[in-house]
């Protein structure tokens, strides 16, 4: 089974598409962490995320700058949000998300285009979504239990931009696919809102 979970910025998809992958004991792939990660190798080799030569050329990154902290951090999620918007870029990051949703047994990824793009014959498709403001009051949140310094104002800003960005892009733009199960979690726990994927999940299976 081939899970596709999208949704902007903040939504609760990564928290969710984790509890999901360890309740189906299905493998999991956080697209964002590529992308973030090319952001990231863009500034190790001194370039340029607008410059669709040096994004690309930062889709070399070594395979444990996934497992850097820094990764995490606003400043590359902004940065990787610049650089994904290179066609070059996604096509260069295709193949190795292509072949992790089509392993044998199934696959969850979670992204902006995974029921678009990388896996459009998923068996289910759910887009996660949730308002600017309570995105960003999470965003805050987990960035104070970090003991990051940046205030709600900023948090909603670059929030705001990135969706901008995500969503106006010609390539690929962040889109629930017309098969996804949509499932705002502006007023859902995460309790709640594992719950209303399961249903859907459930729903899915059926049709
Ligand atoms: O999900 P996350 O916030 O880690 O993603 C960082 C950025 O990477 C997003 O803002 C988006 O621009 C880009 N991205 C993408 N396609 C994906 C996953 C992430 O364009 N499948």
Redesign the pocket.
């Known amino acids: 089974m081939i899970i596709a979970i999208?949704g902007p910025?903040?939504s609760g998809?990564?928290t969710l598409s984790k509890r999901i992958a360890a309740h189906f004991d299905l493998p999991h792939l956080?697209?964002?962490?590529?992308?973030?990660a090319v952001?990231r190798q863009i500034i190790l080799n001194g370039g340029d995320p607008d410059s669709p030569e040096d994004a690309l050329a930062a889709v070399a990154f070594p395979d444990d700058l996934l497992d850097e902290p820094v990764l995490r951090n606003e400043a590359t999620?902004?940065l990787?949000?610049?650089?994904?918007?290179h066609p070059a870029v996604?096509k260069a990051l295709f193949d190795r998300?292509r072949a992790f949703a089509k392993q044998d047994g199934g696959a969850v990824l979670?992204?902006?285009?995974?029921g678009t793009v990388?896996a459009p014959d998923a068996d289910v498709k759910l887009f996660i979504t949730a308002s600017v403001a309570s995105r960003a009051q999470r965003r805050f949140k987990e960035m104070q239990e970090r003991n990051v310094s940046i205030s709600l104002a900023e948090i909603e800003a670059d929030l705001a931009r990135?969706d901008a960005?995500?969503t106006g892009?010609k390539d690929?733009p962040?889109l629930a696919a017309n098969d996804a199960y949509v499932i705002d979690t502006s007023e859902l726990g995460i309790e709640e809102a594992f719950a209303a994927a399961l249903e859907a999940i459930a729903a899915a299976q059926k049709s």
């Open positions: 999208d910025t903040a998809k990564g956080d697209t964002g962490l590529l992308y973030r952001g999620g902004s990787a949000s610049r650089a994904s918007v996604r998300q979670d992204g902006r285009d995974i990388i990135r960005r995500d892009r690929a962040l």
